[in-house]
């Protein structure tokens, strides 16, 4: 990479940019990483049930707490824990409280998966 | 996935994740994503100059503080907040005091990039 130029990378403040924006369920990308998207996503309430068939989806809690229920149980999450939902599984987060999320997920995510309505964003906001 | 065996995934404390080894600048599995790791490592003191030709690298800081130095600047990061570094770019973390750190690259990537010495870490443990 000699004498390429190079663009020194910034660093992110994961709070700074949750203060950024209200909006329930609607992702925002905050870095970029190889194929994939960081994001932050404030949820409250439930989110619809839904697959990804080609990409796993991590959700790291930074802020409150999360429910992440499968058909089959329910796994919840409180700050500082993560979940890793594999492609193919059905899965339905739901919040009973404001919760702030970090996403880590291939570019080629779409929010609502195998489903689409109007919680889909067929293009995320950068902030 | 009709018909597929379904694993359950389970969550991740990160804190316990921690808490399991005391080694710095030997990075654990503790997820597995698409094609990526996501990793707990500690750190203390100056880590080597490298970079990695293809791989784009993100540093969390869970606790304390980092300084991630570029050839041409240094980056303070302090809890809950992150850098990309991006593949090409040489690099090198220093910490004054132990901070924890999640990583999060591809499975491809060698710790020390373009160096081999002794902090060369061919295999990486999984928590």
């Given at each position: 990479m000699e004498g390429s130029v190079v663009v020194p990378p910034g660093k992110v403040t994961i709070a700074e940019k949750?203060?950024?924006f209200d909006e329930y369920w609607s992702p925002k990308i905050?870095?970029?990483i190889n194929d994939s998207y960081v994001e932050a996503v404030k949820v409250?309430?439930?989110?619809?049930?839904?697959?990804?068939?080609?990409?796993?989806?991590?959700?790291?809690?930074?802020?409150g707490?999360?429910?992440?229920?499968?058909?089959?149980?329910?796994i919840q999450l409180?700050?500082?824990?993560?979940i890793i939902?594999?492609?193919?599984?059905?899965h339905r987060p739901v919040a009973d409280e404001e919760a702030h999320i970090l996403l880590?997920?291939?570019?080629?995510?779409?929010?609502?998966?195998?489903?689409?309505?109007?919680?889909?964003r067929e293009q995320?906001?950068?902030l």
């Open positions: 949750f203060a950024l905050i870095g970029e409250k309430g439930e989110f619809v049930w839904h697959r990804h068939e080609l990409e796993d989806e991590m959700f790291l809690v930074v802020r707490s999360l429910r992440m229920q499968f058909r089959d149980r329910e409180g700050e500082g824990e993560f939902v594999p492609r193919g599984i059905e880590f997920e291939p570019k080629t995510t779409l929010n609502t998966g195998n489903v689409r309505n109007e919680r889909t995320l906001e950068r």
